[in-house]
């Protein structure tokens, strides 16, 4: 269990960039995978992307790949993740989360951040 707070949503342009941020608590930080997700009103949650508990492994969505990508500073207890080329339909609530095995499933992570709202305007 770590708790997760992240930042760093706001409104953009069509085209723009963002960086969102996730701040962990508690000393396992490095044992965990550490994934984002988003949800769009009236829509399911949905898998963004993912990173190992090293950085050797990362998983994206096709929607975004090519325009994301995820880091980690475990010294910092903190995963990144750079938006850029960012379209309206990225508009969501954005959550990170953690799990103890690397996976782009929602059902095994099991600490979730409160969410950061993105909102593109075209």
């Known amino acids: 269990q770590v708790q997760l707070v992240e930042s760093g949503g706001g409104l953009v342009q069509a085209g723009g960039s963002l960086r969102l941020s996730c701040a962990a608590s508690?000393?396992?930080?490095?044992?965990?995978?550490m994934g984002w997700f988003r949800q769009a009103p009236g829509k399911l949650r949905e898998f963004v992307a993912v990173?190992?508990?090293?950085?050797?492994?990362?998983s994206y969505a096709d929607s975004v790949k090519g325009r994301v990508t995820i880091s980690r500073d475990n010294a910092k207890n903190t995963v990144y993740l750079q938006m850029n080329s960012l379209k309206p339909e990225d508009t969501a609530v954005y959550y990170c989360?953690?799990?103890?095995?690397?996976?782009?499933?929602?059902?095994?992570?099991?600490?979730w951040g409160q969410g950061t709202q993105v909102t593109v305007s075209s």
């Open positions: 990173i190992s508990k090293s950085i050797s492994t990362t």
């Open positions: 508690g000393r396992t930080f490095a044992t965990y995978a």
């Open positions: 989360a953690a799990s103890a095995v690397f996976t782009t499933r929602h059902e095994f992570f099991e600490s």
